[in-house]
C-alpha cells in the first residue's frame, strides 16, 4: 500500500497547489520569465537584457503594440509574437507552481 500512500500524498499537494492558484493575481514579469525560460526559448540570459535589447520602457508602453518587440521576438526568440511568448510563459509558469513540491 506504500504505493498509494505516496499518490495520495502527491495528489493533496497538487489539490493544495491548485487552491493557492485560486483567484486573480499579478506576476512580475521576472517570475513569469525566469532565466531557465529564457535560456531555453530566446537567445537572452533573462527577460531584463530582452527588454534592454529592444529598448523599451516597460512603466510607458504597450508591450503587444511595439513593432520593435514583434521584430526581435520573431528574430531572437523561439515565437512568433509577444502573445504567444506570453502564452507559453504562462504555461510553464502554471505547471511549476502546481507541481511545487512534488
Do not use: C, H
Amino acid at each position: 500500500m506504500k504505493g498509494f500512500d505516496e499518490l495520495d500524498k502527491k495528489l493533496k499537494r497538487l489539490e493544495n497547489n491548485a487552491k493557492q492558484m485560486d483567484g486573480t493575481r499579478e506576476v512580475s514579469l521576472v517570475e513569469l520569465f525566469p532565466s531557465n525560460f529564457m535560456s531555453e526559448y530566446t537567445s537572452f540570459a533573462d527577460i531584463q537584457e530582452f527588454f534592454d535589447f529592444v529598448d523599451i520602457d516597460l512603466e510607458n508602453e504597450e508591450l503587444g503594440d511595439s513593432e520593435v518587440l514583434q521584430t526581435a521576438i520573431r528574430e531572437r526568440t523561439q515565437f512568433s509574437s509577444w502573445q504567444e511568448m506570453l502564452e507559453q510563459a504562462t504555461v510553464t509558469y502554471v505547471e511549476k507552481q502546481l507541481l511545487k513540491g512534488m
